[in-house]
């Protein structure tokens, strides 16, 4: 097709009434799939609690959306033209909210993380789509304020969910968490389709890569569950560990060759062939991880050892939106004239610092020095993420920059998955061996134990809860020494990431910020 044919076809742009009613309705759907991604971090103590694991298990609850949701991105450019963009929006929503609603009823870990293996995958073309369909509701002038409305949804989600996630899990109850979608994604699908079914995208039957897609959910599903069983499993001291890393190895080497040598591949790996393509993702997805396991850990360690409520520790971790929100503006003006490589370094450098910062934290540091950190990190994630998918998708053809954001998004979303278990089962690892430490210096009939056990006695403890009371002070200090040391590597390992970003090419000048999936804000 033509594109002045293209151009003959495409529905005129809303006015009035219709285009206030689909922003919001667009911006309502974003926001409730963003808001799903920060809102159980503050939780994950509570749902474990309730379903009986450890909250390392409890994280299984994060990871498994991520990573289903990093599987469905791939598949939205060949879904759209099989069933329409208007319809593959609405139908998304809908499912997402059927598969909230059922996340709420969950009454063990494992239907719970089933049910959020569902809504991970039908939430991967509501992000996408969204931005997709909001473009074409204005008109080509003002498409920067579109985006830019678009964008400020997806930076107040982060803020509003750990406050939000942390007052339902006090005040009510987690599964309420997931039951404020079923409201919201209700009006935002009535309103959806009530404006914007009458300007369908054309629809045609592609083929699909169905070996691609079966070796891709292979590879990706074995190395999560290694990752998420692997502490609990002793790692390469069990079987079914081997097994996964296997199954996980051979079907990647399989998918690789697929994909590269398929007519219609489910991703195209051939975009790998572009330097800032490469590298480009590869930091993007790198970072994020480092990022996305930190921010998961941050409200474990605050409710776990320091005493946070869930609320408190969502108030702790809330204003990292603030900063993002005033910045992201003036990065989206600015990227297409400051050299996009000199503002991801410098989110680099305020992310190792602040990561450095958290990294000299005690058990006595208050929450005015916890919440400097959180504030200073929103200007880092401002200059992150539109800047590095603007160096992702510099150089390619029109034709070509789908294909390279669904990739780039999916291996950004899998590598944030990822991150969530390597960051918490490090954890747990330093945490032992600082407890090991920790206790050598404590031997049994020590002088120092004996007087804290006399002291603790003196309290009404008995000798056994007066050793509990002592090993739990030490665990404190244990998994406080161990997020130092996972937030002092995170640091180190985001300064060592500035030379990738220089291996790219900087784009070309020009106008006015690439359109971006910024999904990744979540």
């Given at each position: 097709?033509s594109?002045?044919?293209s151009?003959?076809?495409?529905p005129?742009?809303?006015?009035?009434?219709p285009?206030?009613?689909?922003?919001i309705?667009?911006?309502?759907?974003?926001?409730?799939?963003?808001?799903?991604?920060?809102?159980?971090?503050?939780?994950?103590?509570?749902?474990?609690?309730?379903?009986?694991v450890s909250?390392?298990?409890?994280?299984?609850v994060?990871?498994?959306?991520?990573?289903?949701?990093?599987?469905?991105?791939?598949?939205?450019?060949?879904?759209?033209?099989?069933?329409?963009?208007v319809k593959?929006f609405?139908w998304?929503?809908?499912?997402f909210?059927?598969?909230s609603?059922?996340c709420?009823f969950?009454m063990?870990?494992?239907?719970?993380v089933?049910f959020?293996?569902?809504q991970g995958?039908?939430a991967g073309?509501?992000?996408?789509?969204?931005q997709?369909?909001l473009?074409?509701?204005y008109?080509?002038?003002?498409?920067?304020?579109?985006?830019?409305?678009w964008?400020?949804?997806?930076l107040?989600a982060?803020v509003?969910?750990?406050?939000?996630g942390g007052?339902?899990?006090?005040?009510?109850s987690?599964p309420?968490?997931?039951y404020i979608n079923?409201?919201?994604?209700?009006l935002?699908?009535?309103l959806?389709w009530?404006?914007?079914?009458?300007?369908?995208t054309?629809t045609?039957k592609?083929?699909?890569?169905t070996?691609?897609?079966?070796?891709?959910?292979?590879?990706v599903?074995?190395?999560q569950?290694?990752?998420?069983?692997?502490?609990?499993?002793?790692?390469?001291?069990?079987?079914?560990i081997v097994?996964?890393?296997l199954?996980?190895?051979?079907?990647?080497a399989a998918?690789?060759?697929?994909?590269?040598?398929?007519?219609?591949?489910v991703v195209?790996?051939?975009?790998?062939?572009?330097?800032?393509?490469?590298?480009?993702?590869?930091?993007?997805?790198?970072?994020?991880?480092l990022?996305?396991?930190?921010?998961?850990?941050?409200?474990l360690?605050l409710q776990?050892w320091?005493?946070?409520?869930?609320?408190d520790?969502?108030?702790?971790?809330?204003?990292?939106?603030?900063?993002?929100?005033?910045?992201?503006?003036?990065v989206?003006?600015?990227?297409?004239e400051?050299d996009?490589?000199?503002?991801?370094t410098?989110?680099?450098?305020?992310?190792a610092?602040?990561?450095w910062m958290?990294?000299?934290f005690?058990?006595?540091?208050?929450?005015v020095h916890?919440?400097?950190p959180?504030?200073l990190?929103g200007a880092?994630?401002?200059?992150?993420?539109?800047?590095l998918t603007?160096i992702t998708?510099?150089?390619?053809k029109?034709?070509?920059?789908?294909?390279?954001?669904?990739?780039?998004?999916?291996?950004?979303i899998?590598?944030?998955?990822?991150g969530t278990?390597?960051?918490?089962?490090?954890?747990?690892?330093?945490?032992?061996?600082?407890?090991?430490?920790?206790?050598e210096?404590l031997?049994?009939?020590?002088?120092v134990?004996?007087?804290a056990?006399?002291?603790?006695g003196?309290?009404g403890a008995?000798a056994g809860?007066?050793?509990?009371?002592?090993n739990?002070l030490?665990?404190?200090?244990a998994f406080?020494?161990a997020?130092?040391d996972?937030?002092l590597?995170?640091?180190l390992?985001f300064?060592?990431l500035l030379g990738?970003?220089w291996l790219?090419r900087?784009?070309?000048p020009?106008?006015?910020?690439?359109?971006?999936d910024?999904?990744?804000?979540h």
């Amino acid at each position: 097709m033509s594109q002045a044919t293209s151009a003959v076809n495409e529905p005129a742009p809303l006015h009035g009434m219709p285009l206030l009613l689909g922003t919001i309705s667009l911006s309502l759907a974003t926001f409730m799939n963003v808001l799903d991604s920060s809102i159980a971090n503050v939780s994950i103590p509570a749902i474990a609690g309730d379903l009986g694991v450890s909250p390392n298990q409890g994280t299984w609850v994060i990871t498994s959306f991520g990573v289903a949701n990093a599987i469905s991105v791939p598949l939205t450019g060949w879904l759209v033209q099989r069933f329409g963009a208007v319809k593959l929006f609405t139908w998304s929503v809908l499912l997402f909210v059927i598969s909230s609603w059922l996340c709420g009823f969950a009454m063990s870990l494992e239907t719970l993380v089933a049910f959020r293996v569902l809504q991970g995958l039908v939430a991967g073309p509501m992000i996408p789509l969204s931005q997709t369909l909001l473009l074409a509701s204005y008109p080509r002038t003002k498409a920067g304020m579109a985006l830019a409305l678009w964008g400020m949804t997806t930076l107040v989600a982060p803020v509003v969910g750990p406050l939000l996630g942390g007052w339902i899990t006090d005040n009510m109850s987690w599964p309420w968490i997931f039951y404020i979608n079923v409201p919201v994604g209700l009006l935002a699908a009535a309103l959806t389709w009530g404006i914007y079914r009458h300007r369908e995208t054309a629809t045609r039957k592609l083929p699909i890569d169905t070996v691609g897609l079966a070796l891709l959910v292979l590879w990706v599903g074995s190395l999560q569950l290694m990752l998420d069983k692997g502490k609990e499993l002793d790692w390469f001291q069990s079987s079914t560990i081997v097994t996964l890393a296997l199954v996980a190895v051979v079907s990647f080497a399989a998918f690789v060759v697929w994909e590269l040598t398929d007519e219609h591949p489910v991703v195209d790996l051939k975009l790998f062939g572009g330097r800032n393509f490469a590298f480009g993702t590869i930091t993007l997805s790198v970072a994020y991880g480092l990022f996305f396991g930190n921010v998961v850990l941050m409200p474990l360690w605050l409710q776990q050892w320091m005493g946070y409520t869930a609320t408190d520790a969502g108030m702790a971790l809330a204003p990292v939106g603030v900063l993002a929100i005033l910045l992201t503006p003036l990065v989206g003006r600015k990227v297409g004239e400051w050299d996009p490589r000199a503002m991801a370094t410098g989110a680099f450098i305020v992310f190792a610092t602040v990561l450095w910062m958290r990294s000299n934290f005690t058990t006595d540091t208050d929450f005015v020095h916890i919440l400097l950190p959180t504030v200073l990190q929103g200007a880092a994630m401002a200059f992150f993420f539109i800047p590095l998918t603007t160096i992702t998708l510099a150089g390619l053809k029109p034709e070509r920059i789908a294909a390279a954001a669904g990739l780039s998004n999916f291996v950004r979303i899998t590598a944030g998955a990822m991150g969530t278990s390597i960051a918490t089962t490090v954890w747990e690892n330093r945490a032992t061996l600082h407890h090991a430490r920790l206790t050598e210096q404590l031997p049994v009939g020590s002088q120092v134990l004996q007087g804290a056990q006399v002291g603790l006695g003196q309290t009404g403890a008995d000798a056994g809860q007066a050793l509990g009371l002592i090993n739990r002070l030490i665990d404190q200090q244990a998994f406080t020494l161990a997020a130092d040391d996972v937030f002092l590597v995170s640091s180190l390992m985001f300064l060592a990431l500035l030379g990738a970003i220089w291996l790219t090419r900087r784009p070309a000048p020009h106008g006015g910020a690439t359109p971006v999936d910024a999904g990744g804000a979540h």
